[in-house]
């Protein structure tokens, strides 16, 4: 399985689950790249209908999650109903195939 990168601020640690130019905290320029947590905890989830052309599902189960450091990740909840709160394992693995190629994307699964 492929591992996810993350990015921690040398300066004061903000730890973000993407790329930026600059902190949000501090406005240092300056990164590290981390390897986030497996398990984070679900802060809100919703079903997404109105997808674009090309999936090939009826609706998207997605949410937010928290890791211990307090950044957050957008994800797709893999199971029919994890509630907020829930302790999630997160994963980074192909959510979509198109033309032949894999787009990787954070996955929610419940942990246990």
Partial sequence: MKKP?????TKCGRVTTYARLRCLSCR????????PAETATLVTATEV????????VRFLRVGIAEFPDGSRVTGWLVSE??????RVDVRWEPIRE???????????????
Avoid: Q
């Fill in 5 to 9: 990168t993350a990015y921690k601020c």
């Fill in 28 to 35: 240092n320029e300056r990164f590290e790249r981390v390897t």
């Fill in 49 to 56: 209908h109105m997808l674009p052309v090309g999936f090939d």
């Fill in 81 to 86: 109903r994890i509630p907020p709160g829930t």
């Fill in 98 to 112: 198109r033309d032949g190629e894999k787009t990787y994307g954070f996955t929610f699964h419940p942990s246990g």
